[in-house]
């Protein structure tokens, strides 16, 4: 578990959309989010459930927000260790929560999680998803390091969670927002990451066909990104993110070990 001194609050991100925070140290100093997210909507949605090395403030910082018996939907980008982690203590816990996902991942699921079919729901990409009061939009992210990886948009906040999608080195200490990253490293460490340990096949990529795809986000118009390995992206630096991932192909990154050097 990090230091008690980077503990991270949820973060409020835009109206009862809240970031679930966690932190562990990462390469050249600097530390890595483990995020997930909570929308306080008419039906409660968590996206991811965090890591089982931060189980017991996970579930205190998401009931803190929505009580055990009203979480409705548990949405699951996709079921790598750092995004389920707590994915079947949360359904035991959460009587009346289904767990949302695409078909292919419901399988995965199934079989090495011992996820019962009859308590999922499957999502695909272009799919809208109904909360009650707001809809959610299901897509393929520009990255990623599962081809089951889903991300969504909640049109309502402009909010949207991009999974493993900009994932990028945090500085020492609590950070709220990306743009409080120095700059260079802001791009260089996002450069690290992508190429290093999320998506090593950016190199092999059609520059032009990948511009295309986070193109498809930028019409989206985001009024704040949350990665599940970073902290959120509000409306002022977007702009920015944007342009450093789709260079992503065309860049030469430095070693990982190198991605929080100043």
Known sequence: MPDSAFRQHPHEVARDTFVIRAVMPSVAGT?????????????????????????????????????PEDLRWIFVTHIDTDHAGNLVEALALCPQAMMVTSRGESYRASASLGVP??????????????????????????????????ALFDSSTGVYYGADAFCAPMPEGVVDWSDAIDPALWAKGMASFHHHTLSPWLGLVDPAKFRA????????????????HAPPIGNSAIPRALEQLTSLPTIQPVPLEQAGAG
């Open 213 to 228: 795809e986070v193109a498809k986000l930028a019409a989206l118009d985001p009024q704040v990104i949350v990665s599940a």
């Open 117 to 150: 079919m009859e308590r999922m729901r499957m999502v695909e990409a272009g799919e809208d998803w109904d909360l009650g009061d707001r809809v959610l939009r299901v897509s393929h992210p520009p990255v990623y390091d599962s081809p089951y990886t889903r």
């Open 31 to 67: 530390f890595t989010n483990q995020n997930s997210m909570l929308i306080r909507a008419a039906e409660p949605v968590v996206v991811d459930t965090g890591m089982v090395t931060n189980r017991e403030i996970w579930f205190e910082d998401v009931f803190s927000l929505v009580a």
